[in-house]
């Protein structure tokens, strides 16, 4: 890292290669092995974006798996019972790993085709290496047809600016309540006496600083995904910790007198449980520049499992803990269950003020989920580019038209359901989130593998191969998502 080439080699996607720096240089016939050795290195090294380490990868997805669950479940696993939601987060959960290793071999195949028509495919380098960042309209467009990409792209622009409107609300307002607990002892005092509402300045302040973050690439926030990684799994712990504290010293509330499975709630707990799991459209951009590609399988498999003990600790614990309390948290301890769970514990000191700002770090997540929203909208004005043109940046310009595209929209969903935050998140999850965490990635895969059956792909060398993809698999969870999707609206007439 502190030592450079001539051409400045710090990362191996950032470099001309060696082939470029011999290039410059006065060279023998007999060399030109060397030089023709060097430049095939060069191809095989080459990628779209800034590597990533599979800790960072790991953190990436901690972020958004955990950036919005351990906040505003809790009260979903009450209103819905504890064993209809534990269930569905079983489930989802399941599903949501088992159709993301889909996206991951979709990719692959991607890359493969791209090589194959490119030409650029070298011995030394797998013809399945992830070396270029396809978003997942961009798979439905090299799988299928344009119509297929442009129904992706806005199917993802649903869920995601859901997504992220659910983020800058839960932000501002958390922010709102810790300040005004910090100067007054009241979380609702700055509400009181403010001419104005404090919890829309936050918002308009948050995305304001989200704008900066989206003009950069995945790779760029890696340090700021590390950090935020490390204080996210703190705040867990903590808020995991508070839960059980409040049932040891305050007493737990009796299991008879708790739901079970309330199915009045249904499409409650599936919108707001599936919400949590969808990462897919995401998955591309954290696979790409993630070194050694083998550690992919690692990264994945360690935060989903990470993701869903902490998930079913917090909930499970919180709803013993507050579901049968009453009183108003504005400034005691213990006290009824929050529609943002971190809100309970505003009146504890120095640690209630610590998780009070817990959605602040979804700063980490603004830009990932702002990055892909970009991402897809730019492949869809500017249409698929070729390998070689797809290396060359995009304009500062036409980042900061996207990045606004990306944000105003997310803005105006945040400032309309203020006042109602748990329908945006059981709206958004309830069919485009599910549609596009198991309907569109098996749907990808089956046409996918098609489009590598009639390239003659070498499918038995893909290391990114699923090993769920088995055709009585996908058909079961094609059937599974039909059922999930009609459920929901019968259950809520």
């Known amino acids: ?46 990628c779209d974006v800034t590597s990533i380490t599979p800790y960072t990868g790991f953190n990436i997805l901690i972020n958004i798996l955990l950036g919005t669950g351990p906040y505003a479940l809790p009260i979903v696993f009450a209103q819905g019972g504890l064993l209809l939601s534990i269930g569905f987060l079983t489930v989802t959960g399941i599903i949501s790993y088992i159709t993301c290793t889909y996206v991951r071999e979709c990719l692959s195949i991607a890359n493969a085709l791209e090589k194959v028509e490119s030409g650029s495919s070298t011995p030394q380098q797998s013809v399945f290496s992830y070396t270029k960042l396809i978003e997942m309209s961009n798979l439905a467009e090299i799988f299928l047809n344009f119509p297929a990409k442009a129904a992706m792209s806005i199917l993802i622009g649903i869920t995601l600016y859901g997504i992220l409107g659910f983020k800058l609300l839960a932000t501002s307002e958390s922010l709102s309540r810790g300040i005004s607990f910090l100067i007054y002892g009241d979380s609702l005092k700055l509400k009181d006496i403010l001419p104005f509402d404090p919890d829309s300045l936050m918002l308009i302040i948050f995305t304001a600083i989200g704008l900066l973050f989206c003009l950069g690439e995945y790779g760029d926030t890696s340090l700021l995904q590390d950090i935020v990684g490390f204080l996210r799994t703190l705040c867990l712990f903590l808020l995991l910790a508070g839960g059980v504290y409040s049932i040891l010293f305050n007493g737990a509330a009796p299991l008879e007198s708790l739901k079970m499975a309330d199915f009045s709630q249904f499409q409650n707990v599936f919108g707001s449980i599936s919400f949590v799991w969808v990462l897919h459209q995401s998955a591309p951009g954290i696979l790409v520049p993630l070194r050694p590609e083998k550690k992919a399988t690692l990264s994945f498999a360690s935060a989903y499992l990470f993701g869903y003990l902490i998930l079913l600790g917090i909930c499970t614990s919180g709803v013993l803990a507050f579901a049968n309390l009453t009183n108003d948290c504005r400034t005691t301890f213990p006290c009824q269950l929050q529609n943002l769970y971190n809100i309970n514990f505003v009146a504890i000191p120095v640690i209630g003020q610590i998780l009070n700002f817990y959605p602040v770090f979804n700063l ?50 945040a400032y309309l359901f203020r006042d109602n935050i748990g329908k945006l998140l059981q709206y958004t999850g309830t069919i485009s989130g599910f549609t596009l965490m198991l309907i569109i990635p098996c749907l990808l895969l089956i046409y996918g593998r098609k489009k590598a059956a009639a390239e003659n792909l070498p499918m038995s060398e893909n290391i990114h191969k699923s090993p769920f993809g088995h055709p009585a698999i996908l058909t079961g969870l094609i059937s599974v998502s039909y059922t999930h999707l009609t459920l929901p609206t019968i259950y809520s007439v």
Not at 7 to 31: A, E, H, N, T
Not at 375 to 389: A, D, R, S, W
Not at 399 to 408: E, G, H, N, Q
Request: hydrophobic share 40%; aromatic share 8%.
């Open 1 to 46: 890292f502190f030592f450079q080439a001539e051409d400045g080699i710090r990362d191996f996607c950032l470099s001309r290669g060696l082939g470029d720096v011999y290039k410059r240089q006065s060279l023998d016939p007999s060399q030109d092995l060397l030089l023709r050795t060097l430049e095939e290195k060069d191809k095989e090294e080459k």
């Open 364 to 413: 980490s997540v603004v830009p990932v989920i702002s990055i892909t929203i970009r991402n897809n909208f730019l492949e869809l004005v500017k249409g698929h580019q070729p390998e070689q043109q797809s290396r060359e940046k995009t304009t500062k310009l036409e980042k900061l038209i996207s990045a606004l595209v990306t944000l105003i929209p997310a803005f105006i969903l």
